[in-house]
């Protein structure tokens, strides 16, 4: 079977990485310039997955992608755990001395900044992707602004790498959602996420997290975001081992109800289990 | 008394409007390129106070703020919440047609999104502060050049509101935190807030909340952020109501230890009471 997943960014970007990752065999991916037009490809049913990044280990969580997860008719199938090596890449030949500007996603550029602060004099410029930074410069060949990227987007474009592994952090990983329409089996639904907002009561979160303490079930994230309209009140994202199949899961959530003004179960999904999560 | 204050951006940036409401009489205001400066302002005691926004209740958290909290020695001694209202600022005499670009801070694009997408067109620049695009565009008078930013910007540089409140939610308001390097009384500090890690245990999250909950300590916000290094753990941000020199909030950290691997206490203050805070 071929598999078509829409991603933002230009080809070699780490959202295809990650996409092939997950998808081993004959995936077919698709450059989407924006986080917005990868929901709506998928909502539309014009290409049956997306996959967008959701938190990286330095920088954080992607926010935009937990408000659009939100706004949108989609559930999560997928999840997968990329580790990011950022290079710096010209085009060959240029020495370090010509570089007077360096262009990447303002992600990838805070993950470099003490690299970065050893070259004061070179301008960081924030782009809206690595791989098309890259692409920027091999079309344009400039020889005075570098890109950080991945090895693959260097190697594609025919550029040179000219330092390796640059990032403050060796332990950095992105993690990234495969999104569809509709429940699709990848493995074992081992783990959930939902998101919720409270009722106006004393320890309303407190109260929430109890309904997973009290069964067993193990939270692995929390992320809150504002209620766009209604300053100061937000919404809760969870993430927990477990799935809605589960008795215990779906008591949980029948007792979250009780605190909750609003829950939407984003999905249900095999974790990547590739690194160990600790619980909270 | 003579108060100094660092912030981030230009003059008439909405962290200047923030620190006049805070600070009613003779403020002296220094304009500062970073929030990374305005903490190593503070920090090395060259300016007495900074302030810096901590969220925003459309655009969220203003994460590189928490992170630079934990990495610098300072302590936060007041809070204040501004409204923002967003207009369109074009030089005199220039009409919408002619735009073919808007610069501001991205904080402020992504607030004007419904707007933005009514003109497609029109090309959205990100730059490092609302009132840096008035200043730039009033210095380098290019009429096909908006900026979105404050009323004040636009009247101190000379320049025309072209379109009043383009935000797409009016209930707009950034928190701000001010800070120094030593306790500084600005009336009864009612509020507090910390950042903890927790132990490797079943429930740690909600054992920790426990602390507060058991104690009849009203939470109003938690923020996680990644610990940079330790894949897949995570710092947690709390503000709740009470201060250090109550005996329930000692005694409530004396019971987090037991379950924290690490806390610092960022600061009592007085809460900026002038909006209605739900308890959490």
């Known amino acids: 079977?071929?598999?078509?997943?829409?991603?933002?960014?230009?080809?070699?970007?780490?959202?295809?990485?990650?996409?092939?990752?997950?998808?081993?065999?004959?995936?077919?991916?698709?450059?989407?310039?924006?986080?917005?037009?990868?929901?709506?490809?998928v909502n539309d049913q014009k290409i049956p997955f997306g996959i967008i990044p959701i938190e990286n280990t330095i920088h954080g969580s992607i926010h935009r992608?937990?408000?659009?997860?939100?706004?949108?008719?989609?559930?999560?199938?997928?999840?997968?755990?990329?580790?990011?090596?950022?290079?710096?890449?010209?085009?060959?030949?240029?020495?370090?001395?010509?570089?007077q500007t360096i262009y990447s996603h303002p992600a990838a550029l805070e993950q470099c900044r003490n690299?970065?602060?050893?070259?004061?004099?070179?301008?960081a410029v924030s782009s809206y992707d690595t791989a098309g930074s890259v692409k920027l410069i091999s079309e344009k060949k400039i020889p005075t602004i570098a890109a950080i990227a991945?090895?693959?987007?260097?190697?594609?474009?025919?550029?040179?790498?000219?330092?390796?592994?640059i990032e403050d952090y060796p332990e950095n990983y992105t993690r990234f959602f495969i999104i569809s329409?509709?429940?699709?089996?990848?493995?074992?639904?081992?783990?959930?996420?939902?998101?919720?907002?409270?009722?106006?009561?004393?320890?309303?979160?407190?109260?929430?997290?109890?309904?997973?303490?009290?069964?067993?079930i193990?939270?692995?994230?929390?992320?809150?975001?504002?209620?766009k309209g209604t300053p100061?009140?937000?919404?809760?994202?969870?993430d927990f081992f477990g799935n809605m199949e589960e008795e215990k899961c779906r008591n949980a959530i029948r007792h979250l109800e009780e605190i909750?003004?609003?829950?939407?179960?984003?999905?249900s999904y095999p974790s990547a289990n590739n690194f160990a999560t600790k619980s909270h």
Chains 1, 2 share one sequence.
């Open 181 to 216: 329409t509709d429940y699709f089996s990848f493995g074992n639904p081992d783990k959930t996420s939902i998101v919720f907002s409270t009722k106006n009561i004393p320890g309303a979160l407190f109260k929430s997290l109890s309904v997973f303490f009290l069964r067993d």
């Open 115 to 123: 690299f970065l602060s050893r070259y004061p004099h070179i301008e």
């Open 1 to 41: 079977m071929n598999c078509e997943v829409a991603f933002q960014g230009e080809h070699y970007a780490f959202s295809e990485l990650a996409a092939q990752k997950f998808f081993p065999n004959d995936v077919i991916c698709h450059p989407t310039p924006s986080f917005e037009e990868v929901f709506r490809n």
């Open 150 to 165: 991945s090895q693959w987007a260097a190697e594609d474009y025919g550029m040179n790498i000219l330092q390796r592994e």
């Open 218 to 227: 193990n939270l692995t994230k929390i992320e809150s975001r504002p209620i």
């Open 260 to 267: 909750a003004e609003f829950i939407k179960i984003l999905g």
């Open 232 to 238: 100061w009140e937000y919404l809760f994202y969870l």
């Open 65 to 99: 992608n937990f408000d659009l997860l939100l706004e949108h008719d989609v559930v999560i199938v997928g999840e997968v755990n990329l580790r990011i090596e950022l290079h710096l890449i010209t085009l060959p030949g240029v020495q370090m001395e010509q570089i």
